[in-house]
Nanobody
Framework: QVQLVESGGGLVQPGGSLRLSCAASGTIFSISAMGWYRQAPGKERELVAHIISTGSTSYADSVKGRFTISRDNAKNTVYLQMNSLKPEDTAVYYC??????????????WGQGAQVTLSS
């Protein structure tokens, strides 16, 4: 069907930057929305940023002004540029894509997760 491959996680110092990428491949007719979620230890998964097909974006209050989501429609790829990282940004980051393979119905697909760890 569809595979989402994430890359770009790692260990970074507070104040540093990381860029996550998520590439979708397989049978893709259309992608409506792409987003990033994160889950910290002992916490529920939360929406970090979201971008729809028109390019309109939304962000969690905790990352506004620091994170930027973007997408390359030709490559079926979504990015998350994370700047001014804080210890509380430590989490596993999951890519989420809402897509259709046939044009008849849309469904969610998830990436495998990328660990982002803040450590001084």
């Amino acid at each position: 069907q569809v595979q989402l491959v994430e890359s770009g996680g790692g260990l970074v110092q507070p104040g540093g930057s990381l860029r996550l990428s998520c590439a979708a491949s397989g049978t893709i007719f259309s992608i409506s929305a792409m987003g990033w979620y994160r889950q910290a230890p002992g916490k529920e998964r939360e929406l970090v940023a979201h971008i729809i097909s028109t390019g309109s974006t939304s962000y969690a209050d905790s990352v506004k002004g620091r994170f930027t989501i973007s997408r390359d429609n030709a490559k079926n790829t979504v990015y998350l540029q994370m700047n001014s990282l804080k210890p509380e940004d430590t989490a596993v980051y999951y890519c989420n894509v809402i897509l259709t393979s046939t044009g008849s119905y849309y469904y969610n697909s998830w990436g495998q997760g990328a660990q982002v760890t803040l450590s001084s």
